[in-house]
């Protein structure tokens, strides 16, 4: 499976999200309540983030036990993240595929389904846990050969796939983990001619870092500018002399003395995490969406409303209105 895999470079991912994003609503425009499960996990996200810095903000200013109550609270948010957000993932997957059958389901309806998949759902949360705490482990162990950290990353990327298959397997299907990834296979096999080469593509991999590197790059750059201008104003956060730190340089050219607060930088971290936590949110309910779509295309085609199933192909493959494909697999 790992074979099928396709990297896309920097131009494509770009490609990829924007194509994404732009057609998939439109197609499941039928129902809005399916960006409903996207809109909760991002407000999740947001709040985890929150809790997180406000931790660091009462640990400097001196409250320590404020600080440890809401970094407590931050990391049972962050594990407990797993299992809240497969439920909404396969929340939207059912969704989509109640929609492709020409359905409009309420989110109680999507709340009782998923509730019949709550063993399974917990067991893929846990592997995704697993797996996240594996490959924060090799990224932080510097004595990792480039064999394990290829291996790891392997491993990672194969689960991503799985993940997102076996999302509408067991919300479509009501599959466990063991028949979810037992029926891939078989599945690859009865994938349509015009779709092959679909099957195991990498769907926007990374994009949200593409985009996010840019824009943490400005925010520091901006937030540089803003700590000098600061500078002692605020002694909680002082970091001391420019040229003191840079005692080592020749620093001339600097005034003297050159204060600099760290509370601009930490708040751009902030802010730039924000927006990585909404645009990861976003990115990964399009693939599940996505993934959704595909599944339902190979395996229950007959039961989607034939006036959208030529469309459906055209996005699976993501193609452009014009002859000329965007990011299509090769």
């Known amino acids: 499976m790992q074979k099928n895999l396709r990297k896309p470079g920097f131009g494509e991912r770009i490609q990829q999200l924007a194509y994404l994003l732009k057609h998939t609503f439109t197609l499941v425009g039928r129902d809005p309540g399916i960006i409903r499960p996207w809109i909760r996990m991002t407000i999740y996200g947001l709040v985890m983030t929150c809790f997180f810095f406000a931790a660091i903000m009462a640990f400097v200013v001196g409250a320590h036990g404020l600080g440890w109550i809401l970094l407590t609270i931050s990391v049972l948010l962050f594990i407990y993240k797993f299992f809240y957000f497969t439920r909404q993932e396969l929340r939207q997957s059912w969704l989509v595929s109640e929609a492709l059958q020409g359905r409009k389901r309420s989110a109680d309806e999507a709340k009782a389904r998923v509730k ?6 917990r067991k893929i949360a846990l592997i995704d846990l697993l797996v996240s705490w594996f490959m924060a482990m090799a990224r932080g162990n510097n004595k990792s050969g480039r064999l394990v950290r290829l291996l790891l990353r392997g491993i990672e990327e194969v689960w991503d796939l799985l993940n997102h298959y076996l999302l509408p397997s067991a919300a479509v299907d009501s599959l466990g983990i063991r028949d979810g990834v037992s029926r891939m296979g078989k599945l690859k096999d009865n994938v349509p001619e015009t779709l092959v080469g679909v099957f195991g593509i990498d769907i926007a991999a990374r994009a949200v870092g593409t985009i996010m590197g840019p824009i943490y ?9 803003l700590g000098v201008w600061v500078g002692d104003a605020v002694p909680a956060f002082y970091a001391g002399d420019i040229r003191a730190m840079l005692e080592d340089v020749d620093a001339d050219f600097l005034p003297d003395p050159m204060h600099f607060s760290w509370l601009p930088l930490l708040i751009a971290i902030w802010i730039g995490k924000l927006g990585s ?3 990861e949110r976003l990115s990964t309910s399009v693939k599940v969406i996505y993934f959704s779509i595909f599944y339902m295309r190979i395996t229950h085609v007959d039961d989607i409303i034939p006036e959208i199933r030529d469309d459906l192909d055209s996005y699976l493959r993501m193609e452009a209105e014009d002859p000329d494909p965007v990011a299509a697999p090769s």
């Open 116 to 121: 019949e998949l709550a063993w399974t759902a």
């Open 217 to 225: 790059f400005l925010l520091f750059i901006g937030a540089i500018a």
């Open 277 to 279: 936590v909404i645009l």
